[in-house]
């Protein structure tokens, strides 16, 4: 009689974009992939609540010491990375032997930081209503790392050789589909580009079309998607 061991899923982790819901910009993701015996590991590269935690090298310090210990233990490991945290995916992508990268409306191009905060408080307040208060949008301070992270990390897109998936909305507000366009030429390895139509830049949070990209993203992960 033989026993055939069912393949080990991939562990994935999240990389959050720049506001003040940090780490739960993926918690709706994140429940579906739980829900399917996935481990899926969250964390905040920064501290709303601390004007000061400001420094970008720390943030990125922070990405890549939760990779290290992710990598230690699993050789399976799917990056996802939502706006500025597409950026920092990307840049970890090229230092830690991840199988595949999941890019959501990545911010390598951004119209207005004051837009990228003020639209994700209102976008909060409207979905998420019945959600405990959370904190302040994100300090001056914390805006200055944010476009300094996107100027140093924005080219790191053009040394990622694993599987990438980038799916941008249509009706992106806060980050042009322009940029995803551009940054896609970029990537010297195997990749597909979809854009989402009618997708808003919180389309993984925001109760809208969950439904059809969640189930995307997981055939991605499951290197069903490109060949």
């Known amino acids: ?58 943030w990125i310090k922070r990405c890549t010491q939760q990779m290290k210990k992710v990598c230690a233990q699993h050789d399976n490991v799917v990056l996802i990375g939502f706006s500025m945290g597409g950026v920092i995916a990307s840049y970890l992508a090229t230092i830690f032997p991840v199988k595949r ?67 941008h909305g249509t009706d992106d507000e806060v980050i042009p589909p322009a940029s995803s366009r551009n940054a896609y030429k970029k990537i010297p390895g195997k990749k597909l580009l979809l854009f989402i139509e009618g997708g808003h830049h919180r389309m993984l949070y925001d109760h809208t079309l969950q439904d059809e990209i969640f189930p995307i993203l997981e055939l991605m992960t499951e290197g069903k998607l490109i060949a």
């Open 1 to 58: 009689m033989f026993f055939f061991r069912s393949k080990p899923k991939p562990v994935i982790v999240t990389i959050h974009g720049f506001g003040k819901r940090l780490h739960h910009e993926f918690d709706p993701l994140a429940d579906y992939f739980r829900q399917r015996k996935y481990e899926v590991i969250q964390f905040d590269i920064y501290d709303v609540d601390n004007a000061q935690d400001a420094d970008p090298d720390v």
């Open 101 to 167: 990268l999941i890019l959501a409306a990545p911010a390598f191009q951004y119209l207005d930081t004051r837009k990228i905060v003020e639209y994700g408080v209102k976008a909060v307040n409207k979905w998420r209503k019945s959600e405990p208060e959370t904190p302040e949008k994100p300090s001056p301070e914390q805006t200055n790392a944010f476009t300094s992270i996107v100027s140093q990390y924005k080219d790191s897109i053009e040394n990622v050789y694993c599987p990438v998936l980038m799916i």
